[in-house]
């Protein structure tokens, strides 16, 4: 019996991807963000009421929505005239680089300032696969219970900032705000948490003010 | 069920690594997985079985090695 030592990373092809991903979009100075949640969280009710603030602040962006096997979400943002492309994933959840690379063809990049994939429902999966973006956003829900920071630790770890969403059911549901928020923190000391309804537009200017941050600060990084 | 999407990964790279005429059948692919990618170990082994593979890795089993609170996914080997 004889042993031969590989020591490769599996993911390596699609790591190779995303990098010319990033590394293509760093050169346009676009910002992408990926956005991450359970099923039912809230991203496509974030981009339907994000998606006409970001167009009034002027800014110019595409969403990339993925999806098992519907087009439902992006037919939602289609009747608000939000630039979309759909990504569905067949029986993956998650949406790999390879997707986001073919997607990404489908769109004019010179011009854009903000790309925001809104990733297959799933707190588990989509963490592992590095899409080429800048940061990951995972977006929490009230309903959910606060357990979830602890629960699925390499999401929290990975992104920089966490949304809070449905604060408007605080009051029907167990929701302890202080222990999700101290979770949070305990996992990624870093984070920003930003809470919000999309159902009132509470909270909303926050996240409208994060991505605003985000695309200046690329604007000036030095190709 | 992203395990599948891992295995097919794995797959790609290890039938390079396998074009060797030295190895003639692989018995025993090592993989180091990190706790925090939330693997089933079980549902990798089960998945390898059936993934469309080269002739050399036909009857070759997948050891999951669960590393405690790491992020890898690395093929450290074959036994052959």
Known sequence: MAFKVIKENILKDNDKTASKIRSSLKEKKVFMMNMISSPGAGKTSLLEKAGPLLKKEGISFTILTGDCFTSRDAERMDALSLPVVQINTGNACHIDAGLVRAALSNVEIDGLDLVIVENVGNLVCPAEFDIGEDEKVALLSTAEGHDKPEKYPLLIQESEVALINKTDLLEHVDFDMRYAEKSLCTVNPGIKIIRMSCKTGEGIDNFIEWVKDKIKTKKEQKV | ?80
Do not use: Q, W
């Open chain 2, 1 to 80: 069920m992203h395990e599948m999407k891992l295995i097919e990964s794995m797959v790609s790279i290890l039938n390079k690594e396998v074009d060797d005429v030295s190895i003639h059948e692989v018995k025993e692919v090592h993989l180091e997985v990190g706790e925090l990618r939330y693997i089933v170990p079980e549902i990798m082994e089960n998945c390898f079985k059936h993934v469309p593979k080269s002739i050399k890795l036909k009857n070759a089993k997948l050891k999951v090695m669960v590393v405690p609170g790491g992020k890898e996914f690395t093929i450290k080997g074959i036994e052959y």
